[in-house]
């Protein structure tokens, strides 16, 4: 029987790979056969404790420190995976961070920028990095991590990355259509509220259990079930699905 998730022989790479959703999809990821590149910037520790756990489990992991607002950084993370493990199959945008909660007064035109940048700018450089070789090879794959908040302008405080999140979304359409003739399938995941670390930096208590009523499953979700929906969109069970944005919300938000 065919296992349509099976991702043996594929690269991976996953930005912001260190904690959350990313660590999940790394590890997700090797379970079902690939070679992942885990980029990382600050979080050394956690990167390099995701490739172990991958490496004794007997797959193939490296870790790469990269600030992907950079674009000779993303060239510099790109051509590691590619020297180390090979030509990359699959990429997923999901470095990002809403950075800090600002009312409308507080945003500055340098932090408008900042938070833009490594939400929506990093993916159109990862993106641009990768896809001439897929394209020359005619098959692959691009997941961007968007977010709840790119479609119901995300919580107090959350205007530029909602922003951000929504011009990602919008991008992988723009995407898809461009990259599809060239057999590279671009899609999307939406997390709702996960429980990751970056909940724990800018969510209190209180929050997330408001966040929690507000969930028709009644829970806040966790990162392998992000992860799990990554890894379909990049295997063959999803080889028709183009251009789509899956929300994985527990049912918080329906379209």
Known sequence: MQNYLDLSGKVALVTGASSGIGAATAAVFADLGAKVAIGYFHNRKGAEQGREAIVSAGGKAIAIRADVCQESEIRRLVKSTVDELGPIDILVNNAGSLVERMKLHEVTAEKWDRILNLN???????????????????????????????????????????????????????????????????????????????????STPEMMRNFAAMIPLGRVGVPVECATAIAFLASEAASFVVGETIEVNGGQLML
């Not at 530029?160 to 992988?172: N, S, V």
Request: hydrophobic share 45%; glycine share 14%.
């Open 120 to 202: 929506l700018k990093s993916a159109m450089l990862c993106s641009q990095a990768v896809a001439p070789s897929m394209t020359e090879r005619r098959t692959g794959s691009i997941i961007n991590v968007v977010s709840i908040a790119g479609r119901n302008g995300g919580g107090p405080g959350a205007g530029a990355y909602a922003a951000a999140k929504a011009g990602l979304i919008a991008f992988t359409k723009s995407m898809a259509r461009e990259l599809g003739p060239h057999g590279i399938r671009v899609n999307a995941v939406s997390p709702g509220v996960i429980d990751t670390p970056f909940h724990e930096v800018f």
